[in-house]
């Protein structure tokens, strides 16, 4: 059965530091391209981050220079590094796979991230 799995999520101030991790299982990880998306409630789900097969990396503006992806396919997993937290990064964390060759995806449960002094 294929199943991603989020974690790392969680409570932290302003400026903190959280690194999230995306487990996957019932998949060959290294064939799928990796985004982090993230949602507010009342509000639609917006991409954070992206990673191929390649390992080439884009993020959205807002968290250039803050948040890092990267992935390590020995242990399938899909990292987010996400330093010097703002309050506006505080929503659920999701993870999507796609696999290059077929088209299949799949979602995460998601992990909440709250970033409040």
């Known amino acids: 059965q294929v199943q991603l799995v989020e974690s790392g999520g969680g409570l932290v101030q302003p400026g903190g530091s959280l690194r999230l991790s995306c487990v996957s299982s019932?998949?060959?990880?290294?064939?799928?391209?990796v985004t982090w998306y993230r949602q507010v409630p009342g509000k639609q789900r917006d991409l954070v981050a992206h990673i191929t097969t390649d390992d080439i990396t884009e993020y959205v503006d807002s968290v250039k220079g803050r948040f890092t992806i990267s992935r390590e396919n020995a242990k399938n997993t899909v990292y987010l590094q996400m330093n010097s937290l703002k309050p506006e990064d505080t929503a659920v964390y999701y993870c999507?796979?796609?696999?290059?060759?077929?088209?299949?995806?799949?979602w995460g449960q998601g992990t909440q991230v709250t970033v409040s002094s």
């Open positions: 019932g998949m060959t990880f290294g064939d799928y391209v």
């Open positions: 999507h796979a796609r696999d290059v060759y077929f088209g299949y995806t799949y």
